[in-house]
Structures are given as structure tokens and as C-alpha cells.
């Protein structure tokens, strides 16, 4: 079965960073463009970024883009958002999809939160 768990969230300050893991197993990882979302407290589902199979083409939510990377290590089944310079406004629950833009297969989720 096609799993992806999130790993690597937690409470930071403002300008702070984070690393988020997301591990994939139950299907070929390698072969799948990836992609991150994330949902805000009361808000809707946000996305935020997609990388090729390869990991070298990648995009991003202007929301985002220049503070936070996505990146992929394909022998690891592992997909990776290094976050930084965090704003309040990143705290969220912060989801691995499986495919590009909205994916079709979610993890469950980590959780971050910018606070002072």
C-alpha cells in the first residue's frame, strides 16, 4: 500500500527554520513528480510546492518561494522541505502528496507552528 509519513515539524520562533521529512514507501518513488501542501487553522488547503521525479525542475507557491526548497533523495524513498526565514503565517499542518499538484495520495501530517 502506498504510505507517506511527515516528520520534522515543531514550534519555532519567527525567522527560524525547519527540515520536513517525508518518507514514502508502497509504490516507485523515484517515478513520481512529489509535492507539498499545507492547511492553516481555520483556512483552506494551501499548495506550496512540486519537484520532477529527477529532482532537478522544481516550483513553488509565491507564498514561499526564496525562503523554503524542496528536494528529493530517491534512494532514500524521502522527500524533503527545508523551510526558512518562518513567518507566523507558515504555521500550519504541513502535508507530502504523492504526484504533482495536489498528488493523489496524502500523508498525515506535521505540524508547525511560528510563534513568538
Known amino acids: 500500500e502506498v504510505q507517506l509519513e511527515e516528520s520534522g515539524g515543531g514550534m519555532v520562533h519567527p525567522g527560524g527554520s525547519l527540515r520536513l521529512s517525508c518518507a514514502a514507501s508502497?509504490?516507485?518513488?523515484?517515478?513520481?513528480?512529489m509535492t507539498w501542501v499545507r492547511q492553516a487553522p481555520g483556512k483552506g488547503l494551501e499548495w506550496l510546492s512540486v519537484i520532477n521525479p529527477g529532482g532537478f525542475s522544481t516550483y513553488y507557491a509565491d507564498s514561499v518561494k526564496g525562503r523554503f526548497t524542496i528536494s528529493r533523495d530517491n534512494a532514500k524513498n524521502t522527500l524533503y522541505l527545508q523551510m526558512n526565514s518562518l513567518k507566523p503565517e507558515d504555521t500550519a499542518l504541513y502535508y507530502c502528496?504523492?504526484?504533482?499538484?495536489?498528488?493523489?495520495?496524502w500523508g498525515q501530517g506535521t505540524q508547525v507552528t511560528v510563534s513568538s
Open positions: 502528496a504523492r504526484g504533482g499538484y495536489w498528488g493523489d495520495y
Open positions: 508502497g509504490f516507485t518513488f523515484s517515478t513520481y513528480d
